[in-house]
């Protein structure tokens, strides 16, 4: 059944119309027309529909309008400070894309483990990552990228 309601993205208040039980993903996709956040399985499972809910990673495309409430959403778009410009310097640098589809979902997952863990490991890392899909697999790259961009906002 369709609800109005009003959603904190990106640091702004969107009113949105949609039924309860629709995905996030397709309220900023198509109706708040932020289409970086991207759809590939459509089952959680691929990590390219990745947005944070509160800091939190969490994949839009399984994650119901209705249970937002009042968390504040970040997608690719509105990554910024200190992670999102080193993300995205460190992602070029280290040549990362290649088509490029799964990239926004990774790095705004990037970008909350770098909020958690300004240097982290190894393991941490891919702990953080392992629910991405990359079907170029530029997983050496990611890494690489990652570590890059944690050494430039500790600097």
């Known amino acids: 059944m369709p ?8 640091g702004e208040q969107r009113a949105v119309t949609a039924d309860d039980d629709t995905p996030l993903l397709w309220v900023l996709r198509d109706d708040l027309a932020l289409t970086g956040t991207k759809f590939g399985c459509g089952i959680a499972e691929c ?3 990745t947005v944070l809910l509160d800091g939190n990673p969490i994949r839009s495309c399984s994650f119901p309008l209705a249970a937002v409430g009042r968390a504040q959403i970040t997608t690719i778009e509105g990554i910024a400070g200190s992670h ?3 993300l995205q310097a460190a992602w070029v640098a280290e040549d990362v894309p290649q088509c490029g589809y799964c990239q926004s979902g990774m790095i705004v997952e990037a970008a909350a483990l ?8 190894d393991a941490q890392i891919d702990d953080a990552m392992q629910g991405h899909i990359c079907r170029c697999g530029t997983y050496p790259r990611i890494r690489r990228a990652i570590e890059r961009a944690a050494k430039k906002t500790q600097a």
């Open 47 to 49: 990590g390219a529909c």
């Open 3 to 10: 609800f109005s309601t009003t959603i904190a993205v990106n």
């Open 114 to 121: 770098l909020a958690k863990h300004a240097a982290p490991s």
């Open 84 to 86: 999102g410009p080193a």
